[in-house]
């Protein structure tokens, strides 16, 4: 018999809304998920903005990932999306992801979209296990760095005919 790692809510995952004394712990893991982190500037200026909405996964009173979007008429669009190092692959990014698909509707917002570095593989394999799909690549998309970047996309069924058919990159 194999031992399963725990997954879901067993750990004890709470979801909710960021409020400002996250910002210390999402600061730290955004430090340490990626190369090039957003500053606690630009946390700010983001969540500043009326269409824009942060998420933290709580396990034990302590903030372990983090989520930013935007609401569009038509798509939520992720902006950041990190999960602390030592709490990967036990399920909280799915679980987050999984609360975040819950707020799509058929008639309304039925599309997620999301940006990922062409470098970042387990970003992408992330993605595309949870059922989205790469429909772009972004030319020097990045102001960091001249990296591309993949458009993601999750489609609700009933949306899936109005996403864009997958682009294929230049030679």
Known sequence: MTATPPTGNSLGIHVRWMIRRDMLEVSAIEQEAFEFPWSEEDFTRCLRQRNCIGMVAEIADSVVAFMIYELHRSRLHILNFAVLRSHRRLGIGTHMMEKLVGKLTPDRRGLIALEVRETNLAAQLFFRSLGFRAT????????????DAYMMQYAL????????MPQRRAA
């Open 136 to 147: 772009a690549v972004l030319k020097d998309f990045y102001q960091d760095t001249t990296e």
């Open 157 to 164: 069924p009933a949306a899936a005919e109005a996403m864009p």
